[in-house]
């Protein structure tokens, strides 16, 4: 077992590229770390990491190491509840994410309900406006909305997100309610990056009478965010237009809050995908936790 242990801690020290990360992630002595990784380098009589006083990375022979220890600790799980039937047994630490809206609206309000089905695990949830990797960050899964690009990575669809044009009544009341796209040129859109600095997006549609094409309008804004909170809030102070996923502002809309406006015109639907590192096993806990957020996920989409 205490070969599994290292390999656990070499995994986390490459997934972080920081000895220190590691063991503040593990909560061991730095030392520790040290020590568990020269231990398997002796073993198996290869260098596997590359250390500088900034930065650690793999060797060719570390990468392949790394890729076999995981998929040699994922089928160390599974053996162990092998012949527990019982959803309950499930254990150990799940580390996800997720776009911050779905953690916030969905996921977190009844992630107690699952829990209390499986007390054993330890989650971790992630949510970031940023994208995140999956592999050096050390996530078991990762909920991603749009076209996804990395191709070493398996999806399993969850479904569609639905997006509507949105303004405050605030808004409505001082500048007016666009009727057609010509009319945005006297409206303001509120600009989101993912970084500051960047070029903000203009405002985009998906023409009915052009189904695989996408529009696109200039818009001005005086105000820019880079995180979905924030482009939130910003539209209900009536900062002005947003462009944003349906089920983050059904309770906005249905209060009154928001507007929707221009709906002929919505953004085309964004799958919605779970996607996790290939290996060979996926280990049932992360298994089990994409079918139930899959499952609570299928009321929210429409």
Known sequence: MKELDAMQIFIRVAELASFTAAADSLRLPKSSVSTAIQQLEEMLDTRLLHRTTRRVSMTPDGQVFYERSKDLLADMDDLRTLFRHEQSQLQGRLRVDMPLAVARDVVLPRLSEFLQQHPALNIEVCSTDRRVD???EGFDCVLRAGHLGDSNLIAVPVGQYYNVNCISAGYAARFG???TLDDLAGHRLVHYVVELGGRPDDFEYHDPA???????????GAVTVNNSEAYLSACLAGL????TPL????????SGALIEVLPEFRLAPMPLSFVYANRRHLPRRVRVFMDWVREIMGEKLL
């Open 177 to 179: 309610i666009p009727q």
């Open 247 to 254: 089920t983050g502002v059904k309770s906005y809309l249905a």
């Open 240 to 243: 002005g237009i947003i462009q």
């Open 134 to 136: 999956l592999v050096r």
């Open 210 to 220: 052009l189904p695989q094409q996408t529009g696109y309008v200039p818009m001005a």
